[in-house]
């Protein structure tokens, strides 16, 4: 069974920049997609990222292109996603999830990842 923790979320100021980490107990991590989800304060969780097992392929919100960068390090079992130019609406819990295989282009959609953390929080000042 493979657990999923985040880290490095915390409080930062307006334009700077965070990179979050998802690290997973187990050692099937690698044949995982990972995806990043966004729940801002009082609102639902959305993606914003997404990356394939190999790391071969990564996946975004129109939004998310300019700011977000998502990576993995398979050795480290473990998938990052650096934010930079942090704005108050990036505030929120940040998740990553997992997921055997992802259908098609159906990465934000909840419901195909099996796995979850419990989130890390990013809270921007302006």
């Known amino acids: 069974q493979v657990h999923l923790v985040e880290s490095g979320g915390g409080m930062v100021q307006a334009g700077g920049s965070l990179r979050l980490s998802c690290a997973a107990s187990g050692q099937t991590f690698s044949t995982y997609a990972v995806g990043w989800f966004h729940q801002a304060p009082g609102k639902e969780r959305v993606f914003v990222a997404g990356i394939e097992s190999s790391g071969a392929y990564t996946y975004y919100t129109d939004s998310a292109k300019r700011r977000f960068t998502i990576s993995r390090d398979n050795a480290k079992n473990t998938v990052y996603l650096q934010i930079g130019g942090l704005k108050p609406e990036d505030t929120g819990v940040y998740y990553c999830?997992?997921?055997?295989?992802?259908?098609?282009?159906?990465?934000?959609?909840?419901?195909?990842?099996?796995?979850w953390g419990r989130g890390t929080q990013v809270t921007v000042s302006s």
């Open positions: 999830a997992a997921a055997l295989s992802i259908s098609g282009r159906r990465w934000s959609v909840q419901a195909e990842y099996d796995l």
